[in-house]
């Protein structure tokens, strides 16, 4: 027996950071994908996992809650699959296997993407029914007992797909008139979520006479570029993302690295550029309706890039 689960990765079109502190944010499921495979194991309680691209290989005990082969740099992924296995009903006689299609830990929604496919997946082995919504909230409450904080925003992009706008708790899936022709690119060092959050958190607490007006203009731009993506507006489109990376900037997330890589696209004929994610590193996507090759080419001379489309496939089996 066995079964397969896939999962898109995601990029933060708008209004990152300022989505932890209760503002809308606007994100893109990728047509990059995540796939778990389930096949039948030993009967011992004890899951070996594979991750043939990372070199990865553990073995997980979601009774005891316990992770082997832990030391490795890249095992961080393990305990998103214990997670999500842990909250499936029989946690025995399987195996794992995960292939990856996006780089981890630069951004762009690996975890999430991982965590997604491995419940869908468990489920189905089990033969216990899930709806897109279980998985969604259950993958929610699995990225925050691994990482802390996390806003539903990863994995709800993972679970449904498409573009979605999300505030506070509510999830609206947005109809783009246009495709979104996007280039990710991505620098080698990873920033840290959880600290560049604080530090954003730290910084609202020493000026939030300066601070919160930044977050309000975040949260206005993305609200109207919600309006911009439904209209097909492509230069407002843009402009918006170009404002939102000064904020970005200002609220002390960006690094030389990925404001080389936003100006370069601009100056390739990038509509928009901006950072996306965590920052602190990580990675920088480049709006770029018709020039989609000159800016793919010239942020490959600076680092790794590549191009992305919107992916309306959310978790599948196969
Ligand atoms: O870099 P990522 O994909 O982990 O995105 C982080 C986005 C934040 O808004 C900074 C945090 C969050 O949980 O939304």
Redesign the pocket.
Known sequence: MKITASAPG?V?LF??????LGKP?IAVAVDRRVKVTIRKGKETGIINVKIPSLAVQGSINPDQGTIENDGHLKTGILHYIKGALQKTSIKRGMELEVSLDIPIG????S??AITVATLAAAARFNQQDITKEEIAETCHQVEVEV?G???P??TAISTYGGVIYLSKTKITPLQPARDLPLVVGYTPQP?N?GE??EG?GRKRNTYPDIINPILDSIENLTNEAREAIIQGDEKRIGELMNINQGLLDALG?NTWELSRLVYQARQAGALGSKL????GG??MIAYCPGRTREVLRELKNLENAFQVGISYKGVTYR
């Open positions: 995601k933060i209004g990152e950071h300022a989505v932890v944010a630069a951004g762009l929604g975890s999430a990482q904080a996390a806003s925003l990863d920033g979520t560049l959050v954003v997330v996306t994610g965590a920052g990580g990675s």
